[in-house]
């Protein structure tokens, strides 16, 4: 069974860097036929795409973030990262990284497997 686990800071200041990590068990984020995502869904709002991470480490970005987003992975940890700069209270969210097969498509918000998401709050 493939668990994702996220991990990072709950609060982030406004202006400042969001950065958090995806642990994860049972799979590998090398695996051919995966895509690996993070996703996010704001308050009182459906599911946001914002990037992808193939097997081959191409990476595809929600235009409307690409300028602030930045995705990244550790094989040797099976960990891949979101980094989301100038962040404002609009980024308030619950943020998800998730595994999609690859008949999902690259820039999806449908998944397999998620974890079970991490709340982030920008605020002073």
């Known amino acids: 069974q493939v668990q994702l686990q996220e991990s990072g800071p709950g609060l982030v200041k406004p202006s400042q860097t969001l950065s958090l990590s995806c642990t994860v068990s049972g799979g590998s984020i090398t695996a051919t036929y995966y895509y690996w995502r993070w996703i996010r869904q704001p308050p009182g709002k459906g599911l946001e ?11 595809y970005y929600n ?13 040797s940890k099976n960990q891949f990262t979101l980094q989301l700069s100038s962040v404002t209270p609009e980024d308030t969210a619950v943020y998800y990284c998730a595994r999609s097969p690859m008949g999902k498509g690259s820039k ?17």
């Open 63 to 75: 235009p409307s973030l690409k300028s602030r987003t930045s995705i990244s992975r550790d094989t």
């Open 108 to 124: 999806s918000v449908e998944y397999d497997y998620r974890g079970q998401g991490t709340q982030v709050t920008v605020s002073l």
């Open 49 to 59: 795409w914002m990037g992808t991470i193939t097997p081959s480490g191409t990476i």
